[in-house]
């Protein structure tokens, strides 16, 4: 049984927006868009077209949290209509400060390929603990183990999985259709791209 019982909480993310970008386009302004990664599962805010170094979203994502995954990674972009789009900076979000008072506000910073500053993202999290009990799925596997990658730097789930996990997988990729609904109104509603 997990710290919250056999409750997983719903994390949710808000990106209010970036500051301080590290221009990397030298003749436009930036288009930047913000990549957030939560154990393979992955969302994108919209483009900010003519964004700049302060681009602003207020938007708001949802993950299923899986017991003993207490980091979120994020990447913010620039949009490019010639070339691939460029990485402007990455980071890591940490996620104890949220899991143990419930919410977190703050601006986390992300670096360029070379691990220089490349400016701040920020997240407002938040708790969302739900009233639905969990459906048990398969009967109780061994836990899941966590080992590094070759660089050390992401942790790669390997071994069996156990029934909290499954069921914050099948609860995530649930709320990856709700978001991507949601992403779909305000795109209809608002007319955006």
Not at 12 to 29: A, D, P, R, W
Request: glycine residues 8%; positive net charge.
């Amino acid at each position: 049984m997990d710290a919250y019982g056999s409750l997983m909480p719903v994390l949710e993310v808000t990106v209010h927006g970036c500051s301080n970008l590290k221009n990397i386009s030298y003749f436009t302004k930036l288009h930047p868009y913000v990549w957030l990664n939560y154990v393979g599962l992955e969302f994108r805010t919209t483009t900010h077209r003519g964004g700049g170094m302060n681009p602003k979203y207020g938007q708001k994502f949802y993950f299923r949290l899986i017991e003993d995954v207490d980091q979120l990674d994020v990447q913010v972009y620039s949009k490019s209509t010639v070339t691939s789009d460029s990485c402007i900076g990455s980071g890591r979000v940490y996620l104890g400060t949220v899991l143990s008072t419930g919410h977190d506000e703050t601006a986390w910073p992300i670096v360029d390929k070379r691990n220089r500053y490349a400016g701040e993202v920020r997240l407002t999290m938040q708790l969302l603990h739900s009233q639905i009990q969990q459906p048990r799925i398969l009967p109780s596997a061994p836990p899941s183990r966590t080992e590094s990658s070759e660089n050390g730097d992401l942790p790669i789930l390997s071994g069996a999985i156990n029934n909290a996990s499954i069921n914050s997988i099948v609860e995530n990729i649930g709320l990856f259709i709700f978001n991507k609904a949601l992403e779909y109104i305000g795109l209809k509603l608002f007319g955006r791209k």
